[in-house]
Every structure is written in C-alpha cells, then in structure tokens.
C-alpha cells in the first residue's frame, strides 16, 4: 500500500483559491494513478479529478471543469489539486487516494490507499 498524507485546505472566501498537496511513500509513485475525492457534511464521498501515472492523462468531474487543476510531481512524489473560483458549494474535505494501475479512474472502489483528509471551507 502506500501512504498518502494532505495539506493545503483551509478557510477562504468565495471567488478565492487553494491548492492542495498529497505527499506519497511506499510504492514507486510513478507506478500508479492518483485521484481527488471529496465528502461534503451528510454526503457521499465524490469524484473530482484524477491524473494517470505520468501526468499526461487528466479527468474531472464535469462540474469542475475549468476551475480545477490536477497535477503531479514524480520527482516529488506529490500530486497538487490547484481549486480557483472556489463557490461555497466546493465545502468538502478532500481526499487524495492512489490506484494500484498507472491508469485513473472515477470509482471510488478502484484505489486501495487514502490519505486523512484535508478540509476545505468556502464562505461566501
């Protein structure tokens, strides 16, 4: 398994910006594909983004096209979720999870890691 660790959220306004880090170890990080997810207060855990093992292959939920950016560092063995735009509605914590392919996926059940958790709140 590997171990994913997030940081970066925090409190902002509307309109405002974050990025997110998810630092990696344990497997060779250029071995797989990572992803976003998010669970809002009484919701389920949804897709966000995710980026295949060399970062050339992205996908996102098509509600947060063009305000999210998902990236990776292989060198740094970190994968970023860069948020602008950020609406009240993004109020969510956000969890980086890894696949055990090089491929992504939008199904939670397809990565066998997750981080902790990083929690994101928008105020309008």
Avoid: H
Avoid at 22 to 48: D, H, I, N, P
Avoid at 67 to 93: C, G
Avoid at 115 to 120: A, D, N, P, S, W
């Amino acid at each position: 398994q590997v171990q994913l660790v997030e940081s970066g959220g925090g409190l902002v306004q509307a309109g405002g910006s974050l990025r997110l880090s998810c630092a990696a170890s344990g497997r060779t990080f250029s071995s797989y594909g990572m992803g976003w997810f998010r669970q809002a207060l009484g919701k389920e855990r949804e897709f966000v983004a995710a980026i295949t093992w060399s970062g050339r292959n992205t996908y996102y939920a098509d509600s947060l096209k063009g305000r999210f950016t998902i990236s990776r560092d292989n060198a740094k063995n970190t994968v970023y979720l860069q948020m602008n735009s950020l609406k009240p509605e993004d109020t969510a914590v956000y969890y980086c999870a890894a696949t055990r392919t090089p491929y992504y996926y939008i199904n939670v059940n397809e990565y066998d890691s997750w981080g902790q958790g990083t929690q994101v709140t928008v105020s309008s």
